[in-house]
């Protein structure tokens, strides 16, 4: 089965600062993507970061960076230099080939971030 | 260029009357994905379509839901009779091929 663990529920940071949000995930499959999303209170779910699961290099997208460690199965977002407006929910998520294509999601981090 | 086109944005109705949510996808992606989120269930994938045919229902919670694609710019999901346990936001998302999905600003429904 394929599975999205996400085992912050909330986290706190202040601003400037750097911050890990953890996400793990759990297949056979050898050909996947992993996802970040970012959920401000507005309701919107905005893609942040893509890694390819045979991507050598890790993701980066600005402030975003995604720490991709395939033996231990992690795909963890770092956020640099944290701004009052990175406050939202922070949803890890994956796509397996093998199973058509589907999108599994984490159950999400809320990240503050304390002026 | 623009994106997922929800509609309507907010939806408010009583038990046991029709409710439709519209879906318009990025032009050229070939999946839409209808999801359903709550506080108590977190993101839920209802259905997905692959160039217009319905390829994953497992997740619509029962048969009052529906959900149709005509044509590639286009998709409904539709609750007949709805009910207050179907409150939540509902997303339409598209990606191309198995790339990024890309999501809709949502509809959010209270059925009271």
């Known amino acids: 089965a394929q599975k999205i663990t996400q085992t912050q529920p909330g986290m706190f940071v202040q601003e400037k600062e750097a911050v890990t949000l953890d996400c793990t995930y759990d297949?056979?499959?050898?050909?996947?993507?992993l996802f970040w999303y970012k959920q401000p209170s507005s309701g919107e779910m905005i893609f942040l970061i893509y890694?390819?699961?045979?991507?050598?290099q890790n993701a980066t997208e600005g402030r975003y960076s995604l720490n991709f460690q395939k033996a231990r199965k992690s795909a963890n977002l770092v956020i640099s230099a944290s701004q009052l407006g990175d406050s939202a929910m922070y949803f890890c998520?994956?796509?397996?080939?093998?199973?058509?294509?589907?999108?599994?999601f984490g159950t999400g981090t809320s990240l503050t971030v304390i002026p | 260029d623009a994106g997922v086109i929800q509609s309507p944005r907010h939806e408010v109705t009583e038990m046991g009357q029709e409710v439709t949510l519209r879906c318009k996808p990025i032009?050229?992606?070939?999946?839409l994905f209808w999801y359903r989120q709550t506080m108590m269930r977190g993101l839920e994938l209802l259905i997905y379509?692959?160039?217009?045919?319905?390829?994953?229902d497992s997740g619509m919670p029962e048969d009052r839901f529906s959900a149709k694609m005509p044509n590639a710019s286009f998709s409904t999901l539709k609750i007949q009779p709805s009910e207050p346990r179907d409150s939540a936001v509902y997303f339409c998302?598209?990606?191309?091929?198995?790339?990024?999905?890309?999501f809709g600003p949502g509809t959010r429904l209270l059925v009271l």
């Open positions: 998520a994956m796509r397996v080939r093998g199973t058509g294509n589907q999108f599994y």
């Open positions: 379509f692959n160039n217009n045919v319905p390829i994953d």
């Open positions: 032009s050229g992606h070939d999946y």
């Open positions: 998302a598209s990606s191309l091929n198995w790339g990024t999905q890309y």
């Open positions: 890694q390819g699961s045979y991507d050598e």
């Open positions: 297949t056979s499959d050898q050909s996947y993507g």
